[in-house]
T-cell receptor, first 115, second 109 residues
Framework: GAVVSQHPSRVICKSGTSVKIECRSL??????MFWYRQFPKQSLMLMAT?????????EQGVEKDKFLINHASLTLSTLTVTSAHPEDSSFYIC???????????FGSGTQLSVL | GIQVEQSPPDLILQEGANSTLRCNFS?????LQWFHQNPWGQLINLFY???GTKQNGRLSATTVATERYSLLYISSSQTTDSGVYFC???????????FGTGTLLAVQP
């Protein structure tokens, strides 16, 4: 099956710094990727849709200047949490859509802890 | 947008028991999937099932699109089935999945 790699799996940073999370489709091209965040014991909340070669589409309430998304190639999307604060601490998960396949494939997630 | 609700929120089973998890959605769907999230956070795709019935080993799923619900059946449960089960649906033309509230399953030996 299709594989989505997400890196890093865990990151701890100081408040005010920026953190970049990578999401790669390893064996297929993904024109569309999605970014979710998940707080402890809660569901996944869609943050944004990342389209290769164009600007991301953000869900209501998600700050686009806070969560920068870049989808520069058909196999890589990045999420940068800028000027991170403790309230940004969360589990971030990406998913990728394989063309012609209705299933979405998910990365293994990134646990971000901001001190 | 589409609303997705799941029940029950929590479920405790003895090993070997069967269970049924339910997912209700508020609008017609083009995409509905069931996932299992393991304790490490990894989401495992169980079924893509916007309609009809599918089976995979001890798991099966049925979606009745006209009545806007889907069921996930787990038979002869094992401790490794523990975790959170999510259904997710998309009512539009894209794969923008909206996740349900989840069912936390604990299977005890």
């Amino acid at each position: 099956g299709a594989v989505v790699s997400q890196h890093p799996s865990r990151v701890i940073c100081k408040s005010g710094t920026s953190v970049k999370i990578e999401c790669r489709s390893l064996d297929f091209q993904a024109t569309t990727m999605f970014w979710y965040r998940q707080f402890p014991k809660q569901s996944l909340m869609l943050m944004a849709t990342s389209n290769e070669g164009s600007k991301a589409t953000y869900e209501q309430g998600v700050e686009k200047d806070k969560f920068l998304i870049n989808h520069a190639s058909l196999t890589l999307s990045t999420l940068t949490v800028t000027s991170a604060h403790p309230e940004d601490s969360s589990f971030y998960i990406c998913s990728a859509e394989q063309g012609g396949n209705e299933k979405l494939f998910f990365g293994s997630g990134t646990q971000l802890s901001v001190l | 947008g589409i609303q997705v609700e799941q029940s029950p929120p929590d479920l405790i089973l003895q090993e070997g028991a069967n269970s049924t998890l339910r997912c209700n959605f508020s609008d017609s769907v083009n995409n509905l999937q069931w996932f299992h999230q393991n304790p490490w956070g990894q989401l495992i795709n169980l079924f893509y099932i916007p309609s009809g019935t599918k089976q995979n080993g001890r798991l099966s799923a049925t979606t009745v699109a006209t009545e806007r619900y889907s069921l996930l059946y787990i038979s002869s449960s094992q401790t490794t089935d523990s975790g959170v089960y999510f259904c997710a649906a998309d009512g539009g033309a894209t794969n923008k999945l909206i996740f349900g509230t989840g069912t936390l399953l604990a299977v005890q030996p």
